[in-house]
């Protein structure tokens, strides 16, 4: 299986990138990952990654950055996007779209063996989008199946979908990213909490709560000689300077995610390997039929008082860039105007919080265990001050938060988005909180502009259409000022030098697949 081909956007020029290249040089590369990242030669072994907090569950369909670490290590996908959003097939051999756009056949890679035993066939496929489709157990995977009317297996190893309307071809490479190869018979919402339930490069060994995971080898993985490493160790922190601590002693070779102000500091002594940018970025997620925040004004008012410019310089040190609406410039969504409508502005954030009746306070519920979102919220928190809002921290465990989220038993939160950097600005569906229905804040009083305008984002047969689509998408999205982003990240991953091949894909979550520790 051929590994999708560097970018001009992760070109391994980047002197950090370069760093993970190891002796051999560029010009002695027989294939490049992605990222732009050698398959590098070394020993085989094993590899101890930090991470701070436990994974909230081993589901595939839980897209929450707590489980980045583990997604990719024991499942893999339908198909694969470079960094250029090329598909490129993993899970399918091929997909191919009728001329109609209502249909499409997914043919599987016939040689898939499961963690369980068994041949990865069309009723694995069939149960994973009968899931996926269900309300009570699709939860990421909701969204992107809103499209699809029904499906049946024709095949041994093939299935088919039929669209409840013509669809872009975007839409269902999105669709079919952001599916993983499951087995049926252990593809539940109960069962995958505690063990996965896939069939890739590694398998779980064994598992002691907010301590550790042991990964090893999957012995009978379907890609030839992968994984490269025999052992993977994710080793769980709550203190980032004791995980920082760790690698520094060698205790740990690799940390999954590193804070952008410690990155300089170790840059001399490690490799610093950035993700891709825009994968993840900070947002702001409103209920807006909660009080104060049922009030479309006050919304705004909070979102005219994020001082973006003061996060990123003084939180992620360069790693971040501010964001006004959720798509990365490559998008088709993205808009150059907004941040000079959107951007901060005190005296504008209090004409509209008088505007919204001068409610007095309200709360944020935050994990205060990632200590960047603790700094984050508490400048936004000091600027709302100035205006004459009290934004009241309620400190939570990430457990928590998570599944309060889920429920919409909120005020206002800040977490990750996801899902921003794919090929149709229709996949941020994905996140529960911009689903067109079944939307875990909105209930049944979504905004019907909202849905009309994802619709033709949706539905558009060329880029002209999607563009002015787009348009009206923005504008309801800026007007119902729900889901507020603050800035687009890379995320950073530091490294022993030993160790190459390292790679995170478009969503943020770890591979480890071509690893190797020289």
Known sequence: MNHPKPTAATSVSNPTRRTLLGAAGIGALASVLPGGLARAQGRRGEVTVGTLSDVLTFDGYQYADRNYVIQRLVYDHLIDYDYQLNPRPAGLSAWTMAPDRLSAVLTMQPNITLHGGSTWRSSDLVQALERAANPAEGLQLLGPMAVVKDFRASGPHAVELHFKEAISHSVLTDLLSTMPVTE??????????????????????????????????????????????????????????????????????????????????????????????????????????????????????????????????????????????????????????????????????????????????GQIMLDPGIPLWLKEVQIIQADLKRIGFDLQIEAVDGATLSRRAIAGDFGVFLSNIGNIGKRSPSAVTTNSFMRVANNVVWKDQLPPAYVGAMRKVRTAPTRAAEQAACVELNAVIEEECWFVPINLKRTLTAMNRSITGVWRDIDDRLDLRLAREA
């Open 184 to 361: 049926a018979e252990r593809n539940t919402l109960a069962r995958v909490r505690s063990a996965p339930a896939g069939g890739g490069p590694f398998r779980m060994v064994s598992r002691t709560p907010n301590d550790e995971i042991v990964l090893e080898k999957f012995a009978r993985y379907w890609r030839p000689n992968e994984p490269s490493i025999e052992r993977v160790v994710i080793k769980i922190f709550d203190n980032v300077d004791v995980m920082v601590a760790a690698l520094q002693s060698r205790a740990i070779q690799m940390i999954n995610v590193l804070p952008p102000l410690d990155a300089e500091r170790l840059r001399a002594q490690f490799s610093i390997f950035e993700g891709y940018e825009g994968a993840l970025g900070d947002t702001l997620r409103f209920n807006p039929l909660r009080p104060p925040y049922d009030n479309r004004k006050l919304r705004q008012a909070i979102r005219r008082a994020i001082d973006r410019d003061r996060i990123a310089r003084e939180l992620y040190a360069g790693s971040a860039v501010p964001a006004y609406l959720p798509w990365v410039k490559p998008s088709v969504g993205f808009d150059p105007t907004a941040a000079a409508r959107l951007k901060f502005d005190l005296g504008a954030a209090e004409a509209l919080w008088k505007e919204a009746g001068s409610p007095r306070s």
